[in-house]
T-cell receptor, first 110, second 119 residues
Framework: DAKTTQPPSMDCAEGRAANLPCNHS???????VYWYRQIHSQGPQYIIH???NNETNEMASLIITEDRKSSTLILPHATLRDTAVYYC???????????FGKGTKLTVNP | DAGITQSPRHKVTETGTPVTLRCHQT?????MYWYRQDPGHGLRLIHY???????DKGEVSDGYSVSRSKTEDFLLTLESATSSQTSVYFC??????????????????FGPGTRLTVL
């Protein structure tokens, strides 16, 4: 079973920032937080991962709280193509076994 | 996009027949995975491989076998397909993140999927 909890759905206006929360209160010191998304019918797409520090790449930013029990994925300027299911996953370093929960269905509205 | 292809993309077969799905990568990544995705269950790991001829079971391995004779190919076989194996199958690949090593993070890259229907 997935160890993280996410809201089942969120809406965002096009051009605005989308902030997707994730709770991972059981995370241990060597577990990373990963974010993936799945656009309808396609294979999941890696977005970003982090351990302790905040991270940013060309797709998104990841903000991890100091106690590491929760994080927020930020899409700074959401577009209609960002409509997807977003998965937050905690996973031990070196482990292969991603466990996908139900994720958050993000709908970006025009 | 990572160079991952899956074949066939769609297949309809009958109960009791053998089925083999192929995943091919051009990235020379060490790790390869097979997942299935069903409504209400999300993605579940079937089997994975951590090198040529090295494989291990995932969460839902019963009824499936895999083989990896070359780095670039990972085959998933249903020896005798059942209706409960109707699903969308995704292949994925990964390797060490630069500087991460064995205990470091991985990024998995997924193929386009194969839709299998067992009648």
């Amino acid at each position: 079973d997935a160890k993280t909890t996410q809201p089942p759905s969120m809406d965002c206006a096009e051009g605005r920032a989308a902030n997707l929360p994730c709770n991972h209160s059981t995370i241990s010191g060597n577990e990373y937080v990963y974010w993936y998304r799945q656009i309808h019918s396609q294979g999941p797409q890696y977005i970003i991962h982090g351990l302790k520090n905040n991270e940013t790449n060309e797709m998104a930013s990841l903000i991890i709280t100091e106690d590491r029990k929760s994080s927020t994925l930020i899409l700074p300027h959401a577009t209609l193509r960002d409509t997807a299911v977003y998965y937050c996953i905690q996973l031990q370093g070196g482990s292969e076994k991603l466990v996908f929960g139900k994720g958050t269905k993000l709908t970006v509205n025009p | 996009d990572a160079g991952i292809t899956q074949s066939p993309r769609h297949k309809v077969t009958e109960t009791g027949t053998p089925v083999t799905l192929r995943c091919h990568q051009t990235e020379n990544h060490r790790y390869m995975y097979w997942y299935r995705q069903d409504p209400g269950h999300g993605l579940r790991l079937i089997h994975y491989s951590y090198g040529v001829k090295d494989t291990d079971k995932g969460e839902v391995s019963d009824g499936y076998s895999v083989s990896r004779s070359k780095t670039e190919d990972f085959l998933l076989t249903l020896e005798s397909a059942t209706s409960s194996q109707t699903s969308v199958y995704f292949c994925a690949i990964s390797d060490f993140v630069s500087g991460g090593g064995l205990a470091g993070p991985r990024k998995q890259f997924f193929g386009p999927g194969t839709r299998l229907t067992v009648l």
